[in-house]
């Protein structure tokens, strides 16, 4: 029992801190940037966070219909091969169906026959398989042509889904032309995702288009690299929901230790002697601690991953460490058993 009262805080901070650090499976974490049914085929796409070593993301052209994909189409496999590859980079992905496939940064493998249709085609991307949660998903028409749907996939037309009709229903070639630099990752989502005149230029006739002079051609104009600008407290609403969990879990804490005085004493008001019994002699020891194993997991977390601390960080960590290492010490608190 005294190794659970010592050490379970710190370590379900580091599960639950980790966790929150270092996952990567969100919708808008990434973007179609380009789209190429000629030639040999490609796709391109933005990272607006920080991709580690190791990560895989799949590329699917078959068809989901709200519960699973149907089959019949290629599916292809990304894996970053290399360090970390910086928010805003834009990975090229070609010669999707002429047997010598390549990739601009990590490497691939496909499985089936990828071949992307110039009418009435869906891509997605997705983690795990079966997916576990969807990145991204480009249409070169829209997604009821394509005989798909976004049904569970927590991605949404005009942000995190893109329907081409709007400037090219059933575009062969298709580049987005807006901005890449000055807009935080919603504000390129949301150009990205309203195709218009001023953010996607196309081609759409017979014949290998991608490779024309024409503009847009593949991979020649796919945009650059984007820059991304931070928002000033970009994990604000997480660290309320972290903070608010913890106040509940101190709460529920605290109504255990009445039902106990309340079997000892018979008087829940006995715990009020108790909780002010605590001593900075027992409290700020735990106070360190905790402090320690955020800065320690902050500090794995940018040299590791590349995370960037946001100004709602240090604020975050002062005042759950504080909730943390209270409620650690009202719970091995001596008197209060």
């Known amino acids: 029992m005294k190794f659970n009262k010592l050490y379970f805080p710190p370590l379900l901070l ?69 360090g970390i590859i910086a928010e805003g980079t834009v990975i090229v992905f070609e010669n999707l169906s002429g047997g010598s496939s390549s990739v601009s940064h990590g490497s691939i493998s496909t499985s089936g026959s990828f071949n992307l249709n110039v009418s009435g085609e869906a891509l997605y991307a997705h983690v795990g398989s079966p997916p576990t949660s969807f990145l991204a998903a480009i249409a070169n028409n829209d997604f009821t042509a394509a005989g798909a749907s976004l049904t569970g996939t927590g991605l949404t037309v005009g942000s995190t889904a893109i329907e081409l ?74 660290w309320g929901m972290i903070i608010m969990a913890l106040l509940m879990g101190l709460m529920a804490m605290m109504a255990m230790q009445a039902q106990t005085a309340v079997q000892h004493t018979g008087n829940a008001l006995s715990l009020v002697p108790a909780m002010i019994s605590i001593s900075r002699k027992t409290f700020l020891p735990k106070l360190g601690i905790t402090y320690a194993v955020l800065i320690v997991i902050f500090l794995m977390a940018m040299l590791l991953f590349g995370y960037e601390l946001t100004a709602a960080d ?22 209060m058993s």
């Open 14 to 82: 580091i599960f639950i801190f980790s966790a929150s650090l270092f996952a990567q499976t969100n919708p808008g974490e990434i973007a179609f940037v380009a789209y190429n049914a000629d030639g040999t085929d490609g796709f391109a796409i933005v990272t607006f966070v920080d991709i580690p070593n190791g990560a895989e993301i799949i590329f699917n052209e078959n068809e989901w219909d709200g519960t699973v994909f149907n089959t019949g189409e290629g599916v292809i496999t990304w894996t970053n091969t290399g």
């Open 165 to 238: 009709d709007a400037v090219d229903a059933d575009a062969d070639v298709a580049v987005y032309i807006g901005a890449n630099s000055g807009l935080s990752a919603a504000g390129y989502l949301a150009l990205i995702g309203t195709p218009s005149a001023a953010t996607w230029d196309t081609q759409d006739a017979s014949g290998d288009q991608s490779q024309d002079a024409t503009f847009p051609d593949f991979p020649d104009d796919v945009p650059g690299n984007f820059t991304i600008s931070s928002a000033a407290v970009p994990t604000l609403s997480e």
């Open 314 to 335: 240090p604020w975050g960590v002062l005042i759950s460490g504080g909730i943390i290492a209270f409620g650690w010490t009202l719970g091995t608190n001596q008197d």
